[in-house]
C-alpha cells in the first residue's frame, strides 16, 4: 500500500506566533506520530520548524526560496508538491491557484464579514474574495468552531465544512508550584500581582473596555494589567483613553509585544487572574489555556466563546463594563477552578483533534 504524502504550509512559522501557528504545531506534533505517513513540512526559516517538531524519520522539511507571498503560492509551493508526489497539501485560509495534488483549507474565521467595522476596507475586499476561492478550490474545508462553520457556509454558498477543533497544548496542564512561578516572573518582567489578556492587538479584542474597568473600579490600586501579544491594528479608543490617565495609574498598565512560548507559560501561571474580552472569536485559545493552569479566568460570551459554557458565570457581555466588573468579583474568589480544569482536559486535546483530521480524510 502506497505511503501518503502530505505536505504542510508552515511559513507562518518564519513570523510572529499566533493562534494559527499554535493550531499547527498542535496538530502536527500529534499526526506525524503516524509513521504509515510522510509529512513534509515547509518553511522559509526550516531550523525554526525543527525546534517544533524535531527529527522524525517521517518528516522532511522543505525551504521556500522566497518569503514573497505571491512567489510562494505561485511557484514555490507547485513545485515542491510535484517534486515530492504529494497527495494532500494543508493550507491555512489561502490555496495555490495551481492545483497539483488534493487540497486542505483551515478557515479560522471570517470575522472581517460579520464584523466589518473592525476591519479595514481593502482587507475585507481581499481576504473575501481569497477565501472563498480556496474554500471552493479545496478538496476538504475545515475550521476550529461550530460558529466559523456556520459562517462559513453562510457567507461562501457552500456545505461539509468540517471541525477541527483548537486545542491546549499539555504544558498548561503540568502541575507547578504558585510561588515559583511567581518569583520567576517576578525576576525577568517585574510583575506581580497582575491581571493578565493575551492576545494580538487589535479593536475587536476589545482592550479598551478592559482598561477602562480596570481604572474606574480601582484595580490599579492593588494589581497591575498586563497586555500580551504583537501589534496588528491599532486601536485609537484605547489609545485616547490611555493618554489621559495620570501616569501613577499608567506604571500599572503593562504591555509584553514578543514573549516566548515558556515565558508565556510562566506569565499565565503567576497571573492573579486571566481576562479574554473580546468582542469576536473564530475560537480564543487563551482562557481555556488559563483554565488548563488553574487560573480564575474571565471571558467574553460572544461568537465562538460562547460555546465555553462550562466556564458558568465567568461569561460575560463584553461590551459592558459593569458585567465585566461584576465578573472579576467573582472570578478572583471563583472555587470551581478545578471541575472547569478537568472539562478543558477532557475536550480540547489535540490528540483528539488529530482523530477527527484523520476520520474526515
Known amino acids: 500500500m502506497k505511503t501518503e504524502n502530505f505536505f504542510v504550509d508552515c511559513h507562518l512559522f518564519d513570523g510572529n506566533l499566533q493562534g494559527t501557528t499554535t493550531y499547527l504545531k498542535g496538530l502536527y506534533q500529534e499526526l506525524i506520530k503516524d509513521k504509515s505517513k510522510n509529512f513534509f513540512l515547509a518553511a522559509h526559516n526550516i531550523q525554526k520548524l525543527q525546534t517544533v517538531f524535531g527529527m522524525h524519520e517521517n518528516v522532511f522539511y522543505l525551504r521556500y526560496s522566497s518569503k514573497n507571498k505571491l512567489f510562494r503560492l ?204 473580546s468582542f469576536a472569536e473564530g475560537f480564543g485559545i487563551p482562557p481555556l489555556e488559563s483554565i488548563a493552569s488553574s487560573i480564575p479566568t474571565i471571558c467574553s460570551n460572544t461568537t465562538a466563546m460562547s460555546d465555553f459554557n462550562f466556564i458558568g458565570d465567568c461569561l460575560f457581555d463584553p461590551s459592558s463594563s459593569t458585567d465585566l466588573n461584576l465578573k472579576i468579583i467573582k472570578a478572583l474568589q471563583d472555587n470551581l477552578i478545578v471541575e472547569k480544569r478537568n472539562h478543558v482536559d477532557l475536550k480540547y486535546k489535540w490528540d483528539l483533534s488529530a482523530k477527527f483530521f484523520n476520520e474526515i480524510l
Open 74 to 277: 505561485l511557484f514555490d509551493i507547485p513545485k515542491l508538491i510535484t517534486q515530492n508526489k504529494i497527495d494532500y497539501a494543508h493550507f491555512q485560509y489561502v490555496v495555490p491557484p495551481i492545483k497539483k495534488c488534493k487540497y486542505i483549507v483551515t478557515i479560522h474565521d471570517i470575522l472581517f464579514l460579520d464584523f466589518p467595522q473592525y476591519f479595514p476596507l481593502f482587507y475585507r475586499i481581499k481576504n473575501r474574495f481569497l477565501f472563498n476561492y480556496s474554500a471552493n478550490k479545496s478538496d476538504v474545508v475545515l475550521t476550529v468552531s461550530e460558529y466559523s462553520k456556520d459562517r462559513i457556509e453562510k457567507h461562501f454558498n457552500i456545505s461539509d465544512v468540517k471541525i477541527i477543533p483548537n486545542a491546549v497544548d499539555s504544558e498548561y496542564f503540568k502541575q507547578y508550584n504558585k510561588e515559583k512561578e511567581a518569583q520567576i516572573v517576578k525576576n525577568k518582567f517585574n510583575l506581580d500581582d497582575y491581571f493578565l489578556f493575551v492576545s494580538r492587538w487589535e479593536p475587536r479584542k476589545n482592550h479598551h473596555t478592559l482598561l477602562k474597568t480596570f481604572v474606574e473600579n480601582g484595580y490599579y490600586k492593588k494589581y497591575k494589567l498586563v497586555f500580551v501579544g504583537d501589534d496588528a491594528i491599532e486601536n485609537k479608543i484605547y489609545n485616547d483613553y490611555y493618554n489621559l490617565l495620570e501616569n501613577e495609574i499608567k506604571e500599572q498598565v503593562v504591555r509584553l509585544k514578543k514573549v516566548e512560548f515558556l515565558d508565556l507559560i510562566h506569565l499565565v501561571r503567576a497571573s492573579s487572574l486571566s481576562v479574554y474580552p
